[in-house]
Nanobody, 117 residues
Framework: QVQLVESGGGQVQPGGSLRLSCTAS????????MAWYRQILGKQRELVAA???????NYADSVKGRFTISRDNAKKTVYLQMNSLKPDDTAVYYC???????????WGQGTQVTVSS
């Protein structure tokens, strides 16, 4: 059974930092591209940051220079370091594992991030 378990969400003041973690089980982690998405209630889920199996990264324009995605294959974990947080970053953040057509696509349960003073 595949599980992606996110942690690290919470409430923080504008300008603060949080680090999200997502630990996978039931998959060969190193074979999967990993990503973080976020969703505001009533809006579409959007890509925040992604990291491929070889470590290449890409980011949404809105988070470039503030967020950093990284992965530790030995720990089967992907991270999202979020700095200089803004109220517009408030959302539920979801971890995604994409193994392509043959290995499947999986989602975590989501973790709430609230940026508010």
């Amino acid at each position: 059974q595949v599980q992606l378990v996110e942690s690290g969400g919470g409430q923080v003041q504008p300008g603060g930092s949080l680090r999200l973690s997502c630990t996978a089980s039931g998959i060969i982690f190193s074979f999967y591209d990993m990503a973080w998405y976020r969703q505001i209630l009533g809006k579409q889920r959007e890509l925040v940051a992604a990291i491929t199996t070889d470590g290449s990264t890409n980011y949404a324009d809105s988070v470039k220079g503030r967020f950093t995605i990284s992965r530790d294959n030995a720990k089967k974990t992907v991270y999202l370091q979020m700095n200089s947080l803004k109220p517009d970053d408030t959302a539920v953040y979801y971890c995604n594992a994409n193994g392509g057509r043959w290995r499947g696509n999986y989602w975590g349960q989501g973790t709430q991030v609230t940026v508010s003073s």
